[in-house]
């Protein structure tokens, strides 16, 4: 999986953090989605259950990024 560096206004940005802001985005989109759809009190560890879904949201970014690229050959 070939990370490449992205140029923003002469700025080289880690693909990474990119994948990283995305992910933060689903989150916070799927969190709320749960929260209004089970309630608060459904969901056990509520700090294990954002950084677990933020990670799964990120490497999911990341793997979109790669399979829209044509770089998962």
């Known amino acids: 999986m070939p990370l490449r560096e992205v140029a923003i206004g002469g700025l080289y940005l880690s693909p990474l953090l990119l994948y990283a802001l995305a992910g933060f985005?689903?989150?916070?989109?799927?969190?709320?989605?749960?929260?209004?759809?089970?309630?608060?009190?459904r969901l056990w560890f509520e700090a294990w259950f954002d950084v677990s879904l933020f990670v799964i949201c990120t490497a999911a970014?990341?793997?979109?990024?790669?399979?829209?690229?044509g770089a998962l050959s």
């Open 25 to 41: 985005g689903a989150t916070l989109l799927i969190r709320s989605l749960l929260f209004k759809v089970l309630g608060a009190n």
């Open 61 to 69: 970014a990341a793997y979109l990024s790669c399979v829209a690229t």
